[in-house]
């Protein structure tokens, strides 16, 4: 081999790339810091798993809501006021039972229902929890700390562009006759994936 034009391997860091794109968006008169600032303070007080949490609540305690919630996701979540962007045309709630745990992925990238459920956590977008929800899932959930018996069934979802999905835990017996706003609340954004159960269930 005499090829000397054999490019550099070296890749700049992440905060090096950013700053890059950051610099040339400043050189033609746009403000990206503004749109960040914007992006963090929505995931942070906006797009909270508190938002699926009260779907869930909701589900448990009103079956007529559970039929909408289950017959049409997106439509069902703006009765409680929730938004999700116009790309997201569709959001398909999956109902666990005592044999039966839905789990989400996203082979391809990191697609959630961010605005209902809170942004994919970073196991979520790791190469490894991609491919192997699908292939091992019982292997990949009993390594995350959910050990399933064998004759519980496992689905898995994978998340598209326009079709995202949410988890709707088993309710714990113990808290049947609770509030609303308190059921919520115990609702976590890992049950929402379907990567854990709520305790009791
Ligand atoms: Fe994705």
Known sequence: MDDQRIAPTRTASVEQRTDAIQAVMEARGMQPGAAIDSAYQLAEEEWVPLNGGRIVAKAWTDPAFRQRLLANGKAAAAELGLSMPPHHRHLVALENTA???????????????????????EWYKDLDYRAR???QSRTVLKEMG???????????????????????????PETIGWPEDKLAAIVTKDAMIGVARLPGT
């Open 99 to 121: 044999d039966l745990q839905n789990v989400i992925v996203c082979t391809l990238c990191s697609c959630t229902a961010f605005t209902i459920i809170g942004l994919p956590p």
């Open 146 to 172: 959910l050990d399933l018996p064998a004759s519980t069934e496992i689905r898995v979802w994978d998340t598209t562009t326009d079709t995202r999905y949410m988890v709707i835990p088993t309710q714990p």
């Open 133 to 135: 929800a699908v292939r």
